[in-house]
């Protein structure tokens, strides 16, 4: 998909590379984690923590041989409100990056946009120049808090939003211009272009076409190869509905959230609270069964020898 459609950058996540790495095509990428997890030692939980890691890595380095851009790296999401954890798994990604000649400048680090996930992200931007993609993002204060963090980007869940919506409300269908997902990144380019913040607003999770269509103009999208396929079958003209000009001129005015004050707004938005902690889950989910995947190769009666 990356070869035919030629995407600036391209992202992973930890469901992403658990079906990857159940595909033939892709076996030699997990013998070789294998076997650094297993070069590396200690105990059974390090090896499959460091075959893991490693796996992770070798995807987002095939990803980088056929981008110009950069890859995003997912931080386990069972470190989500360990912020010193993820400081440390983020530095290691970037460190097995390195043992294979890849620099960081060519890697985001994706953390989860918990209080403890932002500001993990303050801390590898400003301490050691890592820069971190800020996902799960679902919230006005979560996108606010990250702005103030000063992290490289942020991905606003769009259709995550929607599908919240529908299922917990008596409407089913939204126009794209109306869609909660797409009214929620509009807000949040307009508050980051009135005020001059430098963090690139990446729209994610797309649902259908007509998300992407009604966010022309916005930073980055990141869109997945089918909604790819079916907005390359369409000749038409998009003019911008997103631009720095109008955002400069709307009435959004500047807050700031210290920890009290985010979690507070965070948790009036009953949408945000319910997708970020069942996102968590999920993505811990599948880490989990990458990691039993992994278990069964290293470990299953030796490789039944």
């Known amino acids: 998909?990356?070869?035919?459609?030629?995407?600036?950058?391209?992202?992973?996540?930890?469901?992403?590379?658990?079906?990857?790495?159940?595909?033939?095509?892709?076996?030699?990428?997990?013998?070789d984690a294998?076997?650094?997890?297993?070069?590396?030692?200690?105990?059974?939980?390090?090896?499959?923590?460091?075959?893991?890691?490693?796996?992770?890595?070798?995807?987002?380095?095939?990803?980088?041989?056929?981008?110009?851009?950069?890859?995003?790296?997912e931080v386990d999401a069972r470190l989500s409100f360990d912020k010193e954890g993820m400081i440390q798994r983020a530095r290691r990604l970037i460190d097995l990056y390195k043992e294979i000649g890849v620099g960081k400048d060519r890697i985001l680090i994706k953390l989860s946009s918990t209080w403890e996930g932002i500001q993990a992200g303050r801390v590898l931007e400003a301490e050691y120049g890592i820069h971190c993609n800020m996902t799960l993002l679902f919230s006005f204060a979560q996108a606010v808090a990250c702005a103030e963090a000063g992290v490289t980007l942020i991905s606003p869940f769009v259709g995550r939003i929607?599908?919240?919506?529908?299922?917990?409300?008596?409407?089913?269908?939204?126009?794209?211009?109306?869609?909660?997902?797409?009214?929620?990144?509009?807000?949040?380019?307009?508050?980051?272009?009135?005020?001059?913040?430098?963090?690139?607003v990446m729209?994610?999770?797309?649902?259908?076409?007509?998300?992407?269509?009604?966010?022309?103009?916005?930073?980055?999208?990141?869109i997945s190869p089918k909604l790819l396929a079916e907005l390359s079958k369409e000749h038409i003209k998009l003019t911008p509905t997103l631009?720095?000009?109008?955002?400069?001129?709307?009435?959004?005015?500047?807050?700031?959230?210290?920890?009290?004050?985010?979690?507070?707004?965070?948790?009036?938005?009953?949408?945000?609270?319910?997708?970020?902690?069942?996102?968590?889950?999920?993505?811990?989910?599948?880490?989990v069964k990458l990691e039993r995947m992994l278990k069964e190769r290293m470990f299953s009666t030796e490789n039944g020898k």
């Open 162 to 200: 929607l599908d919240w919506y529908v299922a917990n409300g008596d409407k089913k269908t939204y126009e794209p211009s109306e869609d909660p997902g797409v009214k929620s990144v509009t807000k949040i380019y307009n508050y980051y272009k009135k005020f001059g913040y430098k963090t690139i």
């Open 1 to 31: 998909a990356i070869d035919e459609y030629k995407p600036l950058d391209a992202t992973t996540n930890p469901s992403l590379i658990l079906a990857a790495a159940q595909m033939p095509a892709y076996q030699k990428l997990v013998d």
């Open 243 to 287: 631009s720095v000009k109008e955002a400069q001129a709307c009435n959004l005015e500047k807050i700031h959230l210290d920890e009290k004050a985010f979690r507070w707004h965070h948790n009036e938005d009953q949408m945000a609270v319910e997708k970020l902690s069942d996102g968590i889950r999920r993505f811990a989910a599948d880490a």
């Open 203 to 222: 729209g994610a999770s797309f649902r259908n076409t007509g998300q992407i269509k009604a966010l022309t103009g916005c930073d980055y999208l990141t």
């Open 34 to 73: 294998v076997a650094y997890g297993k070069k590396l030692g200690g105990s059974e939980e390090e090896q499959i923590k460091n075959a893991s890691d490693k796996l992770f890595v070798l995807f987002g380095a095939e990803i980088l041989k056929r981008i110009p851009g950069r890859v995003s790296t």
